[in-house]
């Protein structure tokens, strides 16, 4: 697919997409997405090869070498699940959903 091509599915210009095909820019989140839908790919595939999600890279909590949250286990399945359902939804859609957990995890803390 050219550049061209590339242009015309995203609406992005030409230019543009040169300076982020070598690198002399960082493209937004949402510019990433128009360029995942332009070559019919999971965002994710703009970063990593193979058609399976690759396994978050979770950095342990401390230096005592405790693991984080959701590093493996029951934790690490459900926050798996989470991430690919993320990454079929829109960037409108995370942030409601992003808002509600906010709101939740401050009901909780003020319930303490």
Known sequence: MSQGDVEKRTGLQRCYLSRVENGHTVPAIETLEKIARAFEVPMYQLFYEGEKVPEPLIPTKDRR??????SRG???RFLRKLMGLLGKMDERDRQ?????AHKVGERKKKAR
């Open 74 to 76: 029951k934790d690490g």
């Open 96 to 100: 409601v959903l992003l808002a509600f």
């Open 65 to 70: 070498h405790e693991t984080a949250w959701g």
